[in-house]
Each structure stands twice: as C-alpha cells, then as structure tokens.
C-alpha cells in the first residue's frame, strides 16, 4: 500500500481551509516525545507546517475526539481518519453522537502504527529521536548512531492482526481503496479458551491485577462517550483503586467490557493505551466472536444505522446456559 | 471439633409476573427450598442489568440465579429474549475470565410452576454448596 506523506495531508487540509469547505482541521501533533503523537486542532497553515505529524506512530484514533470538538466549532472540521478509525466514525454516527454535516472526513492509507514497546525492546531505553522513513530510525540518548528497524517488525498487535484497509467512511479518499482482511483476529481467544478454567483465571488474575485503574482505556475508547460514566459514582465502591486484593480491577474491566459489547469496533485503542500493557482488547474480542457465533456475523461500524445484535433477538436463540455447549469449548 | 456448616448466600432475581408468583405459589404448596435463597423481586427479568449480577458477587453472593417467564410469555412481550442474549454473554465472558459457570443460572419458572421452582432452588443451592465460598468474584472493597 503506498503511503501518503506529512506534505501532502498538509497541502489538502490546506486547500479545504483555503476555499472555505472546513474551518479547522483535526490531525495530529508531536506531543512530549516523538513517539507520544497526540491528537490536536489546526486552524492555520503555518500552524500546520510547524506542528502537524504524520508517521508510523500515529495510531490514535480521531473518531472520539469530534464529540466534542463538534459541539464547539464553528463550521465544518477536517478530520483524517485511517480505515480502522472509520468504522469507530461510523458507530459514533449511529449512536447520534455528532453531527455528519460537521464534518468532513478524508481517508487516508494506513500501512499499521508501530509498538514503542518493540521498538524500545530493540533500540533500549532513552530514546532521544525517531526518524519515520522507509525504515524507522532511532537514537537513543545511550547509543551513538541510529537503531534501524522495519515497521514491519515492530507493528501494534491491532495492525498485525488487522481486521480491515477498507474505509467504510469519508467524504474524501487519499490514496486507493483497500481490502477487508481476513485477519485471524481471535486465534489468541481461541488459545485461552482452550485453556481450563483455573488456567484462564491464573492468565486474567495475573493480567488485570496490573490494572492501575488510571482510566486511559475508558478515556480512549470511542464506544465510552457517556457523559456521565458509571464509574465516577463514588458510592459504587469500585471507582477508585484501593490495595485489597490484587483482582480487584476485574470487576471494571468486566463491567467496561459488557458495555461496549456490540457496540466496539475492535479499534484497538485500549490496549495501545493502556500502560500497564495490559491485553485488554481480548476481552471485546471474547465479545465479538461470541455474539458471531450464537447471533450472526456483525461488525460494528459497517455501516451507519444497523442494529447491534444486544439490542435485537430472535425467537430461537439459544439459552444461557447452552452457550457453554457450543462446539470447541472445554468444560 | 465441629466445623461450621458452609451456608452459602444465593440471589435469585424473579420477574413479578411469573417467578414471583411461582415462589409464591411454592410457598403457599409449602414446598421446601433452602432459606439461604434470597429473592429480589423485578418487574421483569429484562430489567436486570449484568451489573446487578455482578454487584451482587460483588457484595457477597455465592450464586446468582435469575428467573423470569417462559419465553414467549413475557408480560412485556419481548423483554426475557434480550435477557437471553445478555446472559448469555455474560455467562461466557464469566466463563472466559475462569469463573465457575455453575455459579450463575437462568432458569425460566411461569406462576403455574411452584413445584418447579422450589425444584430449582434446591438444585441451585445444592450445586453452589458442593462449590464453596465464592471466591474468584469477590471484592473486599465491597464486603462489609
């Protein structure tokens, strides 16, 4: 897939800016280091030339983010959206969570977003710069000269096992169009599910009991966008991290995850956040797969408008307890 | 030295119209079930959201069982076959974090069903007793 380059996002969302079509453009910049790239609001060109980043450490997905940035501005923003990012686009839609005439979204070709935990397995700690070319180069503050590394060798385990290059949604396309993938995104579902229950419960108390319940999960999420967050109610007990058990979290995590069944895209967000590094997109994939296999094939975001399959049913579903007994699963 | 009997503390949510009316009628039948089943009565099973079931482990339940009318038969028309599909995934998801299945159960008990239900319950508690204490779904924060 080609690229497209920091020049030439810059000289369309000048354009649009220029005859008027947008009135600010939602992209991203260079935030403490140069592999943090956060999201951010450009108004000007200049602006844009300074600060405006595109490279392979862009993962952050802009969907969330025009919740609120919609609400304030005036006049239509630019937003540029990668294929995963537009099905999140889409489920926002479909939950009327912002306005499609204030928007103007321009796809853009996504080759896969680098790890800085493989990167940094491989260059060492201190990085000092990173170069994004054909090859990513990074300078630590240790080494002299520069690690060389394939971005390829160093992708997000989202982009590994991507689910599309297809964007679903845009106004505005850059680059050619790509493919829905067959992407074996639950083979790690699969292998835990192989597991025995004492096992499985040995993985997640191991997992989640790194939870530092800082919250970047929620706060990424696009499918979290209530305004008002279950876990901020002091009187649940739960909203705080308090040094009783070490499995605490699981109750969270649990409860994050029912609510964004049907509704999550498998964007991947949470576990790119997450500092712990803590798997969590498992736990939505447990989700997707589970309600493929009882209620049908469904990805959430394909369209605007479809009926997730939690708010539907059918006469003959099968019963609680019979989910159990489906093929494949150990008892 | 005598060691402690384990009771174990059962929630079993019953939707008004049918469950209810099924423990009603086990009652008023004078079938016996354990009195370690504490009902909390719902207008209907759908209104039971999957963080009542999980609160309810939160503070304490050993075993949670939600019973609601026979499908085809809600009240509301429609409201125990999303309760089907939600607890269905929940269970599983449950069951994909190594949480013993057997603690949580849907069992569909109409008003006519007072025998049946008695019937459950037994079976219920007898299954969450031969488990023991709950001790993957706890939380100390919670627990008083």
């Given amino acids: 897939m080609q690229k497209v380059t920091r020049e030439a996002l810059i000289e369309k969302a000048a354009s649009l800016l220029a005859n008027g079509t947008v009135t ?242 498998d964007c991947g967000e949470c576990s790119r956040v997450c500092p712990q590094n803590i798997p969590l997109h498992l736990l939505n994939r447990k989700f997707i797969k589970d309600m493929n296999e009882c209620y049908g094939e469904y990805q959430a975001g394909e369209t605007v408008g479809q009926r997730a399959p939690l708010v539907d049913y059918t006469l003959d579903d099968l019963e609680a307890g019979e989910v159990f007994e489906r093929g494949g699963d150990n008892a | 030295m005598q060691v402690k009997e384990f009771k174990p503390l059962i929630v079993a949510f019953c939707c008004n119209w049918c469950s209810y009316a099924g423990a009603d009628l086990a009652g008023n039948n004078r079938a016996d079930y354990p009195a370690d089943v504490k009902i909390i009565r719902l207008p209907c099973s759908c209104r039971v959201n999957p963080m009542f079931i999980l609160k309810a482990f939160q503070k304490g339940a050993d075993g949670v069982i939600l019973c609601g009318c026979l499908p085809g038969d809600c009240h509301y028309t429609s409201g125990n076959y999303y309760t089907r599909r939600r607890m269905a995934m929940l269970f599983s998801m449950l069951d994909f974090l190594g949480i013993e299945r057997e603690r949580t159960r849907v069992e569909w008990v109409s008003a006519a069903e007072g025998a049946k239900f008695a019937a459950t319950m037994n079976d219920f508690v007898a299954t969450v007793k031969a488990l023991g204490e709950n001790k993957r779904l706890e939380d100390l924060r919670c627990k008083k």
């Fill in chain 1, 24 to 265: 600010s453009v939602l992209a991203w910049k260079k935030g403490e280091f140069d592999y943090d790239i956060t999201p951010a609001l450009f108004t000007g060109e200049e602006e844009m030339h300074a600060e405006l980043v595109w490279n392979d450490f862009c993962g952050a997905n802009l969907s969330k983010y025009l919740v609120a940035k919609t609400k304030k501005a005036e006049g239509k923003i630019l937003v540029f959206l990668k294929s995963c990012d537009t099905y999140s686009f889409n489920q926002l839609l479909t939950e009327h969570r912002f306005d499609r005439e204030k928007v103007y979204a321009v796809g853009i070709p996504c080759c896969g977003m680098a790890d800085i935990d493989k990167v940094k397995a491989i260059s060492g700690d201190g990085i000092a710069s990173i170069e994004c070319a054909e090859k990513i180069k990074v300078s630590t503050i240790y080494s002299e000269g520069a690690a060389e590394m394939d971005l390829n060798d160093v992708l997000l385990e989202r982009c590994e096992s991507c689910k599309s290059k297809k964007h679903v949604a845009y106004d505005e396309l850059m680059g050619e169009e790509g493919e829905i993938l067959d992407s074996h995104r639950f083979d790690e579902v699969e292998r835990l599910e192989a597991m025995t229950p004492d096992e499985r419960f040995a993985f997640w108390q191991e997992e989640l009991s790194k939870c530092i319940r800082c919250n970047a999960c929620r706060n990424v999420c696009p499918a979290c966008t209530c305004e008002v967050c279950v876990f901020n109610n002091p009187a649940s007990g739960v909203e705080s991290k308090a040094p009783v058990n070490d499995f605490e979290e699981k109750m969270f995590h649990i409860i994050r995850a029912f609510h964004v069944a049907g509704r999550c895209t």
